[in-house]
């Protein structure tokens, strides 16, 4: 008689579902993964039947998850110790992120990270709707910088992922001077335009020189300023 695992599809399945598809996961499927073996639906099924909640369950002893048919004492211990975990990561207090007021607070995040590199890197800056940083600064391109190689799509793609409200796009000049070029004008004109039309605010471009950094939005180039 073929188990609930083996009824699915593999696109159904518990472990290709929280590889691929985590968020939309149920909670028996969390658990069945966790179990693991060829009964995990059902040991997962039976344990909330048993328990009633995800909660009743991190509570419970490992003599207790034992008393459920199909779970032995590294199963338990498994369990347990994923549970554990997720109550030690939930505990950690949020890392207060940095807030990009004015383009020297931007500059001050890249400068000594590509100032001396001697190739142009292309990154980009996430923020939520109070300007604070979404995650680390992310790197789009590396190499020579023109309208024609960068595809705006992949400068938008992380903001778009990850509901970002503004961004900030920088590069560095490896020469040391950041004066900005005709290319680095119509790269902006476009990434702005782009990011109009997403409703993302697009809030400067910086160019990054030797211990120096030039705003494209102070010097009002490449952007709209209506």
Same mark, same amino acid.
């Given at each position: 008689?073929?188990?609930?695992?083996?009824?699915?599809?593999?696109?159904?399945?518990?472990?290709?579902?929280?590889?691929?598809?985590?968020?939309?996961c149920s909670l028996p499927e969390l658990l069945a993964v966790v179990i693991?073996?060829?009964?995990?639906?059902?040991?997962?099924?039976? /344990?909330? @039947?048993?328990? &009633? *909640?995800?909660? +009743?369950?991190?509570?419970?002893?490992?003599? #207790? %998850? !034992? /008393?459920? @048919?199909?779970? &032995? *004492?590294?199963? +338990?211990?498994?369990?347990?110790?994923?549970? #554990? %975990? !997720?109550?030690?990561?939930?505990?950690?207090?949020?890392?207060?992120?940095?807030?990009?007021?004015?383009?020297?607070?931007?500059?001050?995040?890249?400068?000594?990270?590509?100032?001396?590199?001697?190739?142009?890197?292309?990154?980009?800056?996430?923020?939520?709707?109070?300007?604070?940083?979404?995650?680390?600064?992310?790197?789009?391109?590396?190499?020579?910088?023109?309208?024609?190689?960068?595809?705006?799509?992949?400068?938008?793609?992380?903001?778009?992922?990850?509901?970002?409200?503004?961004?900030?796009?920088?590069?560095?000049?490896?020469?040391?001077?950041?004066?900005?070029?005709?290319?680095?004008?119509?790269?902006?004109?476009?990434?702005?335009?782009?990011?109009?039309?997403?409703?993302?605010?697009?809030?400067?471009h910086l160019i990054i020189g030797r211990g120096r950094f030039v705003s494209l939005?102070?010097?009002?180039?490449?952007?709209?300023?209506?």
């Amino acid at each position: 008689m073929k188990t609930l695992l083996e009824s699915l599809p593999l696109r159904e399945r518990p472990t290709w579902r929280v590889t691929y598809q985590p968020d939309s996961c149920s909670l028996p499927e969390l658990l069945a993964v966790v179990i693991g073996g060829p009964q995990q639906i059902e040991i997962a099924h039976d /344990m909330l @039947d048993h328990f &009633g *909640t995800i909660v +009743a369950i991190s509570r419970a002893s490992g003599n #207790e %998850l !034992s /008393m459920i @048919d199909g779970v &032995g *004492t590294v199963i +338990a211990a498994r369990l347990r110790a994923t549970l #554990e %975990l !997720s109550r030690r990561i939930s505990s950690i207090p949020p890392r207060s992120s940095p807030q990009v007021q004015t383009p020297d607070d931007a500059a001050q995040l890249l400068i000594h990270r590509v100032q001396d590199l001697e190739q142009e890197v292309f990154i980009v800056l996430l923020l939520d709707t109070r300007n604070r940083l979404i995650g680390e600064p992310i790197e789009v391109y590396r190499g020579t910088l023109n309208s024609t190689h960068i595809r705006i799509s992949e400068v938008l793609r992380p903001a778009i992922r990850l509901s970002a409200a503004a961004m900030l796009i920088a590069h560095n000049h490896p020469s040391g001077d950041p004066t900005p070029s005709p290319e680095d004008i119509a790269i902006t004109r476009s990434i702005d335009a782009a990011c109009n039309m997403l409703d993302i605010d697009c809030l400067d471009h910086l160019i990054i020189g030797r211990g120096r950094f030039v705003s494209l939005k102070s010097k009002g180039l490449g952007f709209d300023q209506a």
